[in-house]
C-alpha cells in the first residue's frame, strides 16, 4: 500500500502537480497513523482478554482452594466437638461433690491424653497469587472486600491458634516429663515405669497440672472451633460471589 502511495506521488512531482502530491502526502500520513491506532487497539484489546482470562484462571483456582479447605474442615470439625466434650466430662467428673484422688488419678493415668493436633494446612496459593500479581486489585470492589476480609480474619484466627497451641505444647512439655498417661505406641512406657511415678506423685501438683492443662485444652478447642466454623460458614458467601463474577467473564 506504501509502495502504491509513493508510485502515485512520484508520478505527481514529475508532472509538476505539487498541490496533489501534498494532499497525497497528508492522506498516505493519516492512513499509517490511523494503521497504528488500529494495531494499539487490537493489541490492548487482545491484553484486555488475556487478563480477564488471567482473572478467571485465578478465581477459578481460589473457588477450588475454598472447596478443598471446606472439605477439610467439614472432615475436622466432628473431632473437635468430639474431643472437646470429652475434655469437659473429665473436668465434669473431678468437680462432683464425691470426686477423690482415686478420681484423679484413673483420669490422668489412664484417660486424659494431652496430645494436640487439630490444625488444618490451609490452601491459600490461590489468594497469595492473586495478591503477589495485583490482579485482585481489578476486581468488582464488593468481591475484593470480601475476599480481604474473609481471608484477614481467617488468617488471624489461624494465627491466635498456632500462638495457643505452641503456649499449649510448653505446657504439655512439662506434664509428659513428670508423669505417664496411658499406654501408646510413642508411650509405651511398661508397668515398672508407669507404677514407679504414680506411687509416688504429688496430689497437689498433679490436682494443679490437671487443672491447668485441662483448662487450656479448653481455651484451644474454643479457639480451634471458632477458626473452623468461621472458615466454614464464611466461605459459603464468598464462593457465592466467586460463583458469580466466573459466569460473567
Known amino acids: 500500500m ?25 492522506g498516505e500520513i493519516v492512513l499509517v497513523v490511523i ?17 480477564k482470562a488471567e482473572i478467571k484462571n485465578s478465581l477459578i483456582a481460589l473457588r477450588n482452594d475454598l472447596v478443598q479447605d471446606t472439605l477439610l474442615i467439614k472432615e475436622k470439625l466432628p473431632f473437635i466437638t468430639q474431643q472437646y466434650q470429652l475434655n469437659e466430662s473429665l473436668r465434669a ?6 470426686a477423690s484422688l482415686d478420681t484423679l ?21 490461590a489468594y497469595n ?27 488471624f484466627l489461624k494465627d491466635r491458634v498456632e500462638k495457643t497451641t505452641n503456649d499449649y505444647r510448653e505446657k504439655i512439655t512439662s506434664y509428659v516429663n513428670t508423669y505417664t498417661f496411658g499406654s501408646t505406641a510413642i508411650h509405651d512406657q511398661g508397668p515398672l515405669i508407669d507404677s514407679l511415678i504414680w ?4 496430689d497437689s501438683h498433679l490436682a494443679a497440672t490437671f487443672q491447668g492443662i485441662s483448662n487450656f485444652k479448653r481455651i484451644l478447642f474454643t479457639e ?26
Do not use: C
Not at 93 to 98: E, G, L, M, S, Y
Not at 105 to 125: G, K, L, T
Not at 199 to 202: A, G, N, R, V, Y
Open 105 to 125: 488419678i484413673q483420669i490422668m493415668r489412664y484417660e486424659f491424653n494431652p496430645n494436640w493436633s487439630a490444625q488444618i494446612v490451609y490452601n491459600s496459593n
Open 2 to 26: 506504501i509502495k502504491f502511495f509513493r508510485t502515485i506521488r512520484q508520478n505527481l512531482l514529475n508532472e509538476g502537480k505539487t498541490g496533489k502530491y501534498f494532499k497525497y502526502a497528508i
Open 35 to 51: 494503521g497504528i491506532l488500529i494495531a494499539l487497539q487490537i493489541n490492548n484489546w487482545n491484553e484486555s482478554l488475556k487478563k
Open 93 to 98: 467428673r473431678v468437680a462432683k461433690p464425691n
Open 199 to 202: 506411687d509416688s506423685i504429688d
Open 224 to 249: 480451634t472451633q471458632e477458626e473452623l466454623e468461621y472458615s466454614f460458614y464464611n466461605s459459603k458467601t464468598l464462593l457465592h460471589q466467586l460463583d458469580l463474577e466466573i459466569q460473567n467473564k
Open 129 to 155: 497469587s492473586l495478591n503477589q500479581t495485583g490482579l485482585i486489585e481489578s476486581l468488582p470492589d464488593s468481591l475484593k472486600a470480601t475476599i480481604k476480609n474473609f481471608y484477614n480474619k481467617k488468617f
